[in-house]
């Protein structure tokens, strides 16, 4: 077991959870790029967004609906926030399990929109 999501969701790194369910589990970024910075993350090991069998579709709704359920209990709903998926290393995707970053807490910049 390599990945530390993985890790993460085996409990082998001890990790402060701000969302879980049977299949998805949030916490917050070690590194936040936003005041608000919460990865959430499939329990399932799916190494990219590019590898998401069509079977799973129904997966990467959960995980937007638990994003918008978390932007909202953050309180950054209203103002607004971002929800982003890296895929690849030019995608600048840091761990190969698929994760979603859900931003917010400030005015965000750096992409059209």
Not at 53 to 67: M, Q, R, T, W
Request: glycine letters at 10%; proline letters at 6%.
């Amino acid at each position: 077991m390599d990945c530390i999501f993985c890790k993460i969701i085996a409990g082998a790194i001890p990790t402060k959870f701000v969302y879980q369910d049977k299949e998805v589990i949030a916490f917050r970024d070690i590194e936040p790029q936003a005041p608000v910075h919460i990865l959430i993350i499939p329990r399932e090991h799916i190494a990219s967004l590019a590898e998401v069998p069509e079977s799973k579709s129904g997966l990467l709704g959960h995980l937007v609906a638990v994003a918008n359920k978390l932007a909202k209990s953050e309180g950054i709903a209203e103002r607004g926030y971002r929800v982003a998926i890296n895929c690849g290393p030019e995608g600048t995707q840091g761990v190969p399990h698929i994760h979603l970053h859900l931003l917010g807490g400030r005015q965000l910049s750096g992409m059209l929109g």
